[in-house]
């Protein structure tokens, strides 16, 4: 299968793991932080992180748009489908992330919300136009990727004339959450962060282009390696980073060649330019306040913004405490780090946003890599 066979050889794999084996030096400690929740999801599937020299550490980062989501906007979504009576339309993991008060999506659903599962905002668009007498809000979040799509769909609502559908919008920005790890206390000031690198993340590369990216080069001395979702994009790019590293340089180098460029999609940052703007601030999980991480709809667009049109107000909410996913988003912490982790949290019961999606840095290690940690115990019969 073109594309996807050639970036899962088996072959090729012992070839990069062996020139990462012969070009890592001993004596050097390497810390590499993949953004992208694809990326966590794609090294604990594969066993990347047991290919890699000892020295060389990859860090999970907040890339998976469920995961940072904080719990205030989820209330907000609750509240309009329990109190205000609109029809709520979302991503299916969204659906399960905890909310206050022991809710959830799905859990308000059972309460009587009407709480739909969507694959896109299409798809809400689509029943706002089958229900006229109802309100339809579509609970959009995500980074750069799903941002064009709800662009399209305010547009299209715009030119039909609806006047029954409105976007929560929970759209964040990568590039200004790199910038806040890097201004974070761990990575400046505590160093209990070390990052050497960033893996670049691949499908908000393909929007964006590669060029967003060269202020942490220039700014920080940091290298970042655009990769693709395959075993082999990964390790490719972790090698790139080492010799990055090794040779004293931090450049933008892109891996994932075959869909990305320096410049993006520059028709899908158009559209989104048309219907979106930064907002000052909006908070992550895990990260707090980021400023100008995230966007809110244009004036020329705001019958279609709900928190305008339900004169929704935003209140943060603390995360349970005994969940420590704030901490592994940061990188300061691993999932078996948490107290809760695979025994009161499972991805059955989630506790923390980080179990929910299957690119939470939690999930994809209760899927894939709790075992590993746990000594095996030989007996031998007498």
Same mark, same amino acid.
């Given at each position: 299968?073109?594309?996807?066979?050639?970036?899962?050889?088996?072959?090729?794999?012992?070839?990069?793991?062996?020139?990462?084996? %012969?070009?890592?030096?001993?004596?050097?400690?390497?810390?590499?932080?993949?953004?992208?929740?694809?990326? !966590?999801?794609?090294?604990? *599937?594969?066993?990347?992180?047991?290919?890699?020299?000892?020295?060389?550490?990859?860090?999970?980062?907040?890339?998976?748009? /469920?995961? /940072?989501?904080?719990?205030?906007?989820?209330?907000?979504?609750?509240?309009?489908?329990?109190?205000?009576?609109?029809?709520?339309?979302?991503?299916?993991?969204?659906?399960?992330? +905890?909310?206050?008060?022991?809710?959830?999506? @799905?859990?308000?659903?059972?309460?009587?919300?009407?709480?739909?599962?969507?694959?896109?905002?299409?798809?809400?668009?689509?029943?706002? *136009?089958?229900? +006229?007498?109802?309100?339809? /809000?579509?609970?959009?979040?995500?980074?750069? =990727?799903? =941002?064009?799509? !709800? %662009?399209?769909?305010?547009? !299209?609502?715009?030119?039909?004339?609806? #006047?029954?559908?409105?976007?929560?919008?929970?759209?964040?920005? !990568?590039?200004?959450?790199?910038?806040?790890?890097?201004?974070?206390?761990?990575?400046?000031?505590?160093? =209990?962060?070390?990052?050497?690198?960033?893996?670049?993340? &691949?499908?908000?590369?393909?929007?964006?282009?590669?060029?967003?990216?060269?202020?942490?080069?220039?700014?920080?001395?940091?290298?970042?390696?655009?990769?693709?979702?395959?075993?082999?994009?990964?390790?490719?790019?972790?090698?790139?980073?080492?010799?990055?590293?090794?040779?004293?340089?931090?450049?933008?180098?892109?891996?994932?060649?075959?869909?990305?460029?320096?410049?993006?999609?520059?028709?899908?940052?158009?559209?989104?330019?048309?219907?979106?703007?930064?907002?000052?601030?909006?908070?992550?999980?895990?990260?707090?306040?980021?400023?100008?991480? %995230?966007? #809110?709809?244009?004036?020329?667009?705001?019958?279609?913004?709900?928190?305008?049109?339900?004169?929704?107000?935003?209140?943060?909410?603390?995360?349970?405490? &005994?969940?420590?996913?704030?901490?592994?988003?940061?990188?300061?912490?691993?999932?078996?780090?948490?107290?809760?982790?695979? =025994? @009161?949290?499972?991805?059955?019961?989630? /506790?923390?946003?980080?179990?929910?999606?299957?690119?939470?840095?939690?999930?994809?290690?209760?899927?894939?890599?709790?075992?590993?940690?746990?000594?095996?115990?030989?007996?031998?019969?007498?």
């Amino acid at each position: 299968m073109k594309y996807i066979d050639e970036f899962r050889d088996g072959a090729i794999a012992k070839k990069i793991q062996a020139r990462l084996h %012969a070009e890592a030096q001993p004596a050097r400690q390497y810390s590499f932080m993949e953004f992208c929740g694809g990326h !966590t999801h794609a090294i604990s *599937r594969y066993g990347i992180g047991e290919l890699l020299p000892h020295n060389v550490r990859m860090i999970h980062g907040p890339g998976c748009p /469920v995961c /940072v989501l904080p719990i205030g906007r989820i209330d907000l979504a609750i509240q309009l489908a329990l109190e205000r009576g609109a029809i709520v339309c979302t991503y299916g993991d969204t659906m399960r992330v +905890p909310a206050s008060g022991g809710l959830s999506l @799905v859990r308000a659903k059972a309460r009587g919300g009407d709480i739909r599962m969507v694959y896109s905002g299409a798809d809400a668009l689509e029943i706002a *136009r089958r229900e +006229p007498g109802r309100e339809v /809000v579509f609970f959009a979040i995500g980074f750069e =990727t799903t =941002t064009p799509p !709800t %662009a399209l769909t305010i547009r !299209t609502a715009q030119q039909e004339g609806l #006047k029954n559908f409105s976007v929560l919008c929970c759209h964040v920005l !990568t590039p200004s959450a790199i910038t806040h790890i890097l201004e974070s206390p761990e990575v400046r000031q505590f160093g =209990t962060v070390p990052i050497d690198g960033f893996v670049g993340p &691949a499908h908000v590369s393909i929007v964006i282009g590669s060029a967003p990216y060269e202020h942490f080069a220039e700014e920080y001395r940091k290298p970042v390696v655009i990769a693709g979702f395959e075993p082999l994009d990964v390790m490719q790019a972790v090698l790139m980073l080492v010799r990055q590293v090794n040779e004293g340089r931090a450049e933008v180098e892109n891996e994932f060649t075959r869909a990305v460029n320096r410049d993006g999609n520059l028709h899908a940052q158009a559209l989104v330019s048309q219907v979106f703007e930064l907002r000052n601030s909006f908070e992550w999980r895990g990260l707090g306040e980021v400023p100008y991480s %995230a966007l #809110k709809i244009r004036p020329a667009f705001a019958e279609f913004d709900a928190e305008r049109r339900f004169g929704l107000g935003y209140q943060p909410v603390p995360d349970n405490k &005994a969940c420590e996913c704030g901490a592994i988003l940061r990188g300061v912490k691993k999932p078996t780090d948490c107290k809760i982790f695979g =025994t @009161v949290c499972t991805p059955e019961n989630p /506790v923390g946003s980080c179990m929910v999606s299957s690119e939470g840095a939690c999930a994809a290690h209760y899927s894939y890599g709790r075992f590993k940690d746990i000594a095996v115990k030989v007996e031998v019969a007498a």
